[in-house]
């Protein structure tokens, strides 16, 4: 049999390309997405092509869910249990921008609310259920948290966004160390300037920035970049590791002179 993820967020960007690169290595994916069943689809297919390449076998199933809502994510996990069985590997990916970048005088605490819920206690609650399985069934697992650049870079006008990140990366080192006992890897994947619907409003920004030396490496990061980082930890490739902070993001943190 398959080993089995669960991908919060998988209908599009970052989450589709990590499913899409844990389908091409065989794992079977639970597809999470929150409202857009059409994308989903789409994952769906995605995952399945991908398989296909490299002669595998997989399945591919979506589940709805609102990660933000203590029932939903009760529902989640039941789902995939009974249809696709233990999860070994969970990327917490699931992330929602503000609705409108505004300066941090005038920021709105509905708004703030929402971000935060789905953002970093929706992670966290579903992080404490996922891991209490694995340790119940002492079952080696892996735990993976997308956070962002922004969670330690400050961007005045959506300041709810990297209060949210720096949180995940936090979660991030909470469960490693939490978890380590009972073999149970966790990472922090922290993506940088990457290509997807999120940021299609800033694309000529940053088209200009990246051009101007942003980043070393000057180009738009893809999700198949984030998807890679994920495979190297599904493939084991760190097993004396836990807590450790994969930067995909085209060496943006590196401080040059």
């Known amino acids: 049999m398959n080993p089995i993820a669960l991908i919060t ?25 929150a409202s857009n069943a ?35 994510r009760s529902r989640l996990l039941e789902s995939v249990r009974n249809t696709l069985g233990p999860i070994e590997l969970l990327v917490n990916n699931a992330g929602i921008a503000p609705k409108a970048r505004t300066d941090l005088l005038d920021a709105d605490e509905a708004s703030f609310d929402q971000l935060l819920a789905t953002n970093l206690k929706g992670p966290l609650f579903l992080t404490q259920s996922v891991a ?20 330690y870079t400050a961007s005045v006008e959506r300041g709810d966004y990297c209060v949210s990140k720096a949180g995940v990366a936090m979660l991030a080192q909470l469960f490693a160390a939490r978890l380590a006992e009972h073999r149970i890897g966790v990472f922090e994947i922290r993506p940088g300037i990457i290509a997807t619907d999120m940021t299609d409003s ?40 836990t807590g450790e902070v994969l930067n995909v993001d085209g060496g943006f943190h590196l401080r040059t002179l």
Request: proline share 3%; aromatic share 6%; net charge positive.
């Open 9 to 33: 967020g998988a209908s599009r960007g970052i989450g589709r390309g990590i499913a899409m690169e844990l389908a091409r290595l065989g794992w079977d994916v639970a597809i999470n997405f």
């Open 38 to 72: 059409e994308a989903a689809k789409e994952s769906i297919a995605g995952c399945h092509q991908a398989a296909r390449g490299t002669g595998r076998e997989i399945r591919a199933i979506p589940f709805q869910a609102d990660i933000s809502l203590a029932a939903d």
């Open 132 to 151: 209490r399985d694995m340790i119940a069934a002492k079952r080696r697992g892996k735990i993976i948290f997308i956070s962002s650049i922004s969670a």
């Open 202 to 241: 800033v694309k000529d920004k940053y088209d200009a920035l990246i051009a101007a030396g942003l980043t070393p490496i000057r180009r738009w990061g893809t999700p198949e970049d984030v998807g890679r980082a994920v495979a190297a930890i599904a493939r084991d490739l760190f097993p004396f590791s």
